[in-house]
């Protein structure tokens, strides 16, 4: 991790319990959506739990767009300013809106989708 401790530990629970979970070795890596210049979606798989992310990478809003994937989502995703997370549970996802230059992370547990 690349920051002081105090930045992590100033974070939502949510947050600081995914950190911890975060895996340091991958199954499996796919590329779900991208365009080099403009954004990326990438899935990681450890074990039987995926995690998602994806990067807006224009000084737009914009909607990351990828295959739908279904299960028990967690998603992290841009909040309303630059330093704030939202943080919400779903069932399935296959967009997410992006501030300019941010991104999103999602972890599913017993995923549904290819």
């Not at 401790?5 to 959506?33: C, G, H, M, N």
Request: hydrophobic share 35%.
């Amino acid at each position: 991790m690349a920051d002081k401790p105090e930045s992590y530990l100033s974070q939502p629970q949510e947050v600081i319990d995914f950190l911890k979970r975060l895996p340091a070795a991958w199954d499996e890596t796919r590329l779900l959506a991208g365009y080099p210049g403009e954004s990326v979606v990438m899935a990681r798989r450890s074990g039987d739990v995926w995690y998602v992310a994806g990067i807006n990478g224009t000084g737009e809003m914009r909607s990351l767009d990828f295959p739908e994937l279904r299960g028990n989502i967690m998603l992290f995703s841009d909040g309303s300013t630059d330093r704030e997370f939202a943080i919400s549970h779903a069932e399935s996802v296959s967009s997410v809106m992006c501030r300019p230059n941010g991104g999103f992370c999602c972890v599913i547990e017993n995923c549904q989708g290819e």
